[in-house]
């Protein structure tokens, strides 16, 4: 089973990933985290990726396409996966459905959250994250019940430092340009379920899992 979650930041795919990985035994791949073990690790991909990003560069799409494949061959990825905050662009896309149709192993379905502006913007604005196992807490919603330890294992949460309401707005316009015309790409393919995100985690866990019915 391959899935790939798109969204507007803030609009729930990590946690929602993290929901749907538990359930069926596959593993949340995110971009993020896929570069940062290549590069600990010291792949040849990694030590390539890392001169980019001693200069301050980003990675180019082509090394984090290759680095993504790899992620993909790994032994716990044979039962499939979910890509979480990969495809930014059409190109890279476009890659993706290369590789993976070289492997006779398409995507099953394409899940689209469906957040507001304003409601991005106050999610995002009181988030903070245990870097240890990832999961998240709001301000808000649901904080911890330490104040700034995770629940799980006690590791002091980060709150990213570049999250004011401005360069949220300029994270959603970037989304609006380079991401939502993936958006068609993947209805023309018949693989995108759009689900309604604005609303308790355990609301929207239960709308994608009713939108994914015929392919779980
Ligand atoms: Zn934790």
């Known amino acids: 089973m ?18 749907l990985s538990e ?3 596959i593993p949340q791949i995110s971009t993020g985290d896929t570069l940062r073990e290549a590069v600990q690790e010291g792949t040849a991909l990694g030590i390539e990726a890392r001169t980019f990003m001693d200069r301050g560069e980003y990675v180019p799409d082509g090394i984090m396409v290759r680095m993504v494949d790899e ?3 790994d032994a716990d990825a044979s039962k499939g996966f979910i890509l ?13 459905e290369e590789v993976l149709g070289q492997a006779g192993t398409p995507l099953d379905a394409v899940v689209q959250f469906l957040i507001g502006d304003v409601t991005a913007i106050r999610r995002i604005i009181g988030r903070s994250t245990c ?3 990832k999961r998240t807490y709001h301000q808000e919603w649901s904080p911890p019940a330490d104040d700034s330890l995770c629940d799980a294992d006690g590791t002091p949460l980060e709150k990213r430092s570049d999250e004011d309401a401005l360069t949220v707005k300029r994270r959603l316009a970037v989304y609006r340009e380079q991401t939502q015309p993936l958006e068609a790409f993947y209805a023309e393919r018949d693989v995108l379920r759009a689900v309604d995100a604005e609303a308790p985690v355990a609301v929207v866990s239960a709308r994608m899992f009713d939108a994914l019915r015929d392919v779980l």
């Not at 609009?11 to 993290?18: E, I, L, S, V």
């Not at 979480?84 to 993706?96: E, K, N, Y």
């Open 2 to 19: 391959r899935f790939v979650f798109l969204g507007l930041p803030g609009a729930g795919k990590g946690t929602q990933a993290r929901v």
């Open 23 to 25: 359930r069926l035994g």
């Open 71 to 73: 992620r993909l061959h």
């Open 84 to 96: 979480d905050g990969f495809q930014r662009t059409v190109p890279q896309a476009r890659a993706l």
């Open 131 to 133: 870097p240890a196992c």
